[in-house]
């Protein structure tokens, strides 16, 4: 089955540093890979979006890349900020898709001044 | 209006009564979804219209579950005789066309007592 999986466990780093966040998927051929921010009750909202045939995609201070080999995508936060804290959501189309999404658990990013 | 309006924000419904939520997506998107999001968890795609065409409902978790977008625009998701296992977040999600980035609201946070 297909499964997307994300460190479930918070990432605590401290003011200044680069947060890198982990997507690996499986049984998947995704054309793309999505990643979102989503804070406490709120919707998520949309970040970066990156093409099977791209190898990294940067956005201000995001970066991110998408080894389709590895089957993994990492999202980089450099020179991280407290205002950087909130749940980070990795997304991919499933086989056969119309365009819906399916998103891994999330991963919590704590950033400490 | 600026982004995708939903509401109601909160809905405290007694077990067995039913509910309708409505989105008001961005003016001018096609595509719009629904998704269910548990607390700690990603969220789960539901069903998705393209203009008032239901093209995928396989997330629909039972046919209790019913959702419409009769003119192409507004949508709402009605859920009949409310189950506890119904409580949760439910996302509506809109976007110029299937497979680009998705705008989502803040959600409607569904209780079932």
């Known amino acids: 089955s297909q499964k997307i999986e994300q460190n479930s466990e918070a990432l605590n780093i401290q003011e200044g540093k680069t947060a890198t966040l982990t997507c690996n998927y499986t049984?998947?051929?995704?054309?793309?890979l999505q990643w979102y921010r989503q804070d406490p009750g709120r919707g998520p909202v949309f970040l970066l979006l990156i093409r099977e045939n791209e190898k990294e995609k940067r956005k201000e201070r995001l970066k991110v890349t998408f080894d389709t080999t590895l089957k993994q995508s990492l999202f980089h936060i450099t020179a991280s900020q407290p205002a950087d804290s909130a749940t980070y959501l990795c997304a991919l189309p499933p086989t056969d898709s119309w365009g819906k999404l399916q998103f891994g658990a999330g991963t919590q990013v704590v950033v400490t001044p | 209006g600026a982004g995708v309006s939903q509401s109601p924000r909160y809905k405290v419904a007694k077990r067995g009564q039913d509910v309708a939520l409505r989105c008001d997506p961005i003016s001018g998107h096609v595509s719009l979804f629904w998704y269910q999001q548990a607390l700690g968890q990603g969220p789960e795609f539901l069903t998705y219209f393209q203009n008032e065409a239901q093209l995928d409902k396989s997330g629909l978790p039972s046919d209790r579950f019913f959702a419409e977008r009769p003119e192409g625009s507004v949508s709402t998701l009605k859920i009949q005789r409310t189950q506890q296992e119904d409580s949760a977040v439910y996302l509506c999600?809109?976007?110029?066309?299937?497979?680009?980035?998705?705008?989502f609201g803040q959600g409607t946070r569904l209780t079932v007592v």
């Open positions: 049984n998947y051929s995704p054309a793309y």
């Open positions: 999600a809109s976007s110029l066309d299937m497979n680009t980035e998705a705008f």
